[in-house]
């Protein structure tokens, strides 16, 4: 038979129970210094998730594997061991292909270093002055437009290098060349191998996808699907000996380092720009995902200034070197998630992986092909690109679905930065257009003389044409009563209109009689209005 409870003992259980666990409290290791067994398990995870993308990532940007590869070592010993998130996962990101391949266009290589260099810096500093929480505050319908459209640009110019051909030039070109790639693809009279490469992508996509269907859990955990998709591509290429173009990579990691020269002022001048907007979409993209990735964890949740100065420090080192920019990245952080990392150690050792790799065996990396490589992205870029995300935002309304697809529509057709100002502005609209929602009722009391006119709502400028109708189609002689006692908020222009229009309508003989010191107390939005006494302009009625 049971003791009955104290009831001291019976609250200390019921807030047990209720309340909620300190976050990490049961994750934290008993050295937190130390990597332990399953960080060491998850770095090799992340590693084998990373090495084809880093890869891949680099070759879609434009320039040589190698700097990919940096990135990623970068990201990974250093980011990985100052940052904010400690189980996110930096390096080179698909989310900034577009960016890179529009700098290295119009200012070629050699800028890369000292526009990565100047981001890092403005993420650096954005950091230190609490700027993180801002870049937070971007509604969700913009995101996914940026990564759907993100996602069309890198399908488009990906599926091209997956033939090995040439992508066009702007996103716009590379979607209408594909009927031609397709013909490429299927011509047996074409002089370059585009049939063979055609052939491995073709087979490291639904290898792929098999392997996400079929593969036993305990062998996708440390075999990733695109990790799969490259092994088997690589086997039969080499295997047959394919004429297609294949990964090359330096024997000497230093000798491939795209070292910027010192820039001058008028070259600092001209990249601010640039870096700017790389500096926003990378910072965003990155706390976007240690956002995603705190909500797959009960550990250490992420402290975001001290994840943007660290991605900052990560960009500025991958400046000098002349590698490509980093960002916190969604794919590898939920494999190290998932692949049960605890700790900042498992990022600090995936890229430990990758500098021995690039130090040790280079020449397995040489028997990549580029059309696999790119079947990885295309892959990617499809899945960012999927139209369930319209079906995720429907249940929010038709305005959210539209910023969603002009925001996918803008990025594609112009850049990366433009599309998402373009899918806030929309999404300031939108919410400007619902908070200027205003009904006007209108009461015509003959027998009395008067009018009354019941705003109810907000009052804005965006309202302010029907206000002035509706004001104007009172008979100069009549009382107007105006109720305000239910307007919630009135900008300035509304509040002109009102004065303007009361002087003028008692010099033409008519009374008015509203509250004027309410109506100037809910010009400021959000502080109490107390009723004041009624202000009447106008002849008094006999």
């Known amino acids: 038979m049971k003791e009955p409870r104290s009831a001291e003992a019976a ?154 051909d040439d992508p066009r030039s702007g996103g716009i070109a590379n979607l209408l060349a594909i009927p031609e790639a397709l013909s490429k693809a299927v011509s047996p009279d074409t002089t370059l191998s585009h049939r063979e490469a055609a052939g491995i992508g073709v087979l490291t996509i639904v290898t792929i996808l098999a392997w ?20 088997a591509a690589s086997l039969v290429a080499n295997l047959f000996q394919l004429p297609i173009a294949f990964v090359s990579v330096p024997g000497d990691l230093l000798g491939s380092l795209n070292v910027p020269a010192l820039p001058t002022l008028d070259t600092i001048g001209v990249l601010v720009g640039p870096a700017l907007g790389l500096a926003l979409v990378a910072s965003a993209e990155t706390l976007l995902s240690a956002s995603a990735v705190d909500k797959m964890h009960a550990g250490p949740r992420a402290n975001y200034n001290r994840e ?22 969604i794919v590898r952080s939920s494999a190290n998630v998932e692949a049960g990392g605890k700790s900042r150690w498992s990022a600090v050792l995936h890229g430990l992986w990758l500098l021995v790799l690039v130090g040790v065996g280079s020449q397995l990396l040489t028997r990549i092909p580029v059309a696999a490589l790119a079947a990885v992205l295309v892959y990617i870029g499809a899945k960012l690109a999927s139209p ?40 300031v609209a939108k919410l400007l257009l619902r908070l200027s929602k205003l009904d006007i009722v209108v009461e015509d009391e003959p027998e009395e003389n008067r009018t009354t006119v019941h705003l109810i709502g907000s009052a804005t400028f965006l309202r302010l044409a029907d206000v002035a109708e509706t004001l104007e189609a009172v008979s100069p002689t009549r009382e107007l009563l105006l109720r305000i006692d239910d307007l919630e908020h009135v900008d300035h222009a509304i509040l002109e209109l009102f004065r303007t229009w009361a002087d003028q309508h008692a010099s033409r003989g008519g009374r008015v009689v509203f509250d004027w010191e309410l109506l100037e107390r809910r010009y400021h939005f959000g502080q109490a209005a107390l009723d004041g006494p009624e202000r009447t302009l106008g002849p008094t009625p006999s």
């Open 388 to 427: 369930m995300r319209i079906e995720q935002l429907r249940p929010y309304g038709r305005g959210e679905i539209a910023v969603f697809i002009v925001t996918t529509i803008a990025v594609v057709a112009t850049d990366l930065l433009t599309g998402v100002l373009i899918g806030l502005g929309l999404s």
């Open 308 to 329: 943007l100065s660290a991605q900052g420090i990560g960009n500025m080192v991958c400046g000098c070197l002349g590698a490509l920019p980093m960002t916190g990245v």
């Open 212 to 231: 996400l269907r079929f593969a036993p859990d305990k062998i996708k955990t440390f075999v990733p699907g695109p990790l799969a998709g490259v092994l």
């Open 11 to 164: 609250n200390h259980e019921d807030k047990a129970a209720t309340s909620p666990p300190k976050p990490g409290a049961d994750a934290k290791p008993p050295h937190a210094w130390l990597p332990s067994r399953a960080d060491f398990l998850a770095s090799l995870v992340v590693f084998l998730v990373a090495l084809p993308l880093c890869m891949g990532i680099a070759i879609a940007s434009g320039v040589p594997p190698a700097l990919g590869l940096v990135t990623g070592i970068v990201g990974g010993l250093l980011v990985g061991a100052i940052q904010g998130a400690p189980l996110q996962v930096s390096g080179p990101a698909a989310g900034l292909v577009v960016i890179i391949v529009d700098l290295v266009d119009k200012h070629g290589l050699a800028s890369l270093g000292v526009v990565v260099l100047l981001a890092g810096l403005m993420q650096f500093v954005a950091g230190l002055v609490r700027g993180g929480r801002w870049f937070r505050a971007v509604p969700p319908s913009v995101v996914y437009g940026m990564l759907a459209g993100i996602g069309v640009l890198i399908f488009a110019g990906q599926f091209h290098v997956m033939i090995d």
